[in-house]
């Protein structure tokens, strides 16, 4: 399918040099592959074309900029993105992720507030905003409110990070072994300081691709692996830069 895209969008940038959403298309399968210069090339190439459709913009900073972990470039392509669409939960979503990661968090909770759909989304703001002010049992209160019994959907990792850094281990590893996705589980053994068994899911992720990989590994949980040996060598057999 990949290969078929790619020709593709190929070809209609040879029937028309001037369509913005065929160098999106490009630009992303030559991120999933790696080919980092050529990538951002096809996005900058898209924006020039079209520098007021958002899509663009969005697209080079979660294919390209966050993965790299080019933090700041990427808040700025998503800052000009709520420009154009101010009104986006996606953009909250993302400039949620970006400022979290550059540890800009009274920015990081007004994105994560502006861009949930529902309760248990909301709970995962609340929770990140009670451990950032040390105050664990606060997160897990809400936690449970919105997951127990929901632990196989997406967002229930947290509850999980807030029995770690609660010391609740058992508690933390009972979520870990429910939830399904390997992010969730890596998350939580990240958040227990447990940097082998942390590893170990990275090095299943490696086939997803870099940027889902890059993606993951710019939250602020993975940074005790930083200095690693083993973190160099994952990102590199994933095809990241040190």
Known sequence: MIAKGWAAAEKAIRLDPLLPNAYDALGMMQARSAQWR??????????EISPRDPLWRDHFAM???????RIQEAIQQLQSEEELDPHSLKVHDALKLALSAAGRFDDTDFHCRHAVENEQQM???????????????????????????HLLEMGAEFLGVAYARAGRRQD???????????????????????????????????????????????????????????????????????
């Open 172 to 242: 933390a590893e009972r979520i870990a072994a429910a939830v399904p996705r390997p992010p969730s589980k890596a998350l939580i053994f990240a958040a227990l300081g447990d940097k082998d068994r942390t590893f170990e899911i990275l090095e299943q992720m490696v086939p997803q691709g870099p940027t889902r990989l890059g993606m993951e590994l710019i939250a602020p949980e993975y940074a005790i692996l930083n200095g690693d040996p083993r973190l160099n060598a994952i990102r590199k057999k994933a095809g990241l830069p040190d």
């Open 123 to 149: 709970s995962i703001c609340w929770a990140a905003i009670f451990l950032r002010q040390g105050k664990p049992v606060d997160a897990i209160r809400v936690g449970e409110t919105a997951w127990n019994g």
């Open 38 to 47: 050529q990538a951002e090339h096809s996005f900058r190439r898209a924006i």
């Open 63 to 69: 294919s390209l900029l966050l993965p790299l972990g």
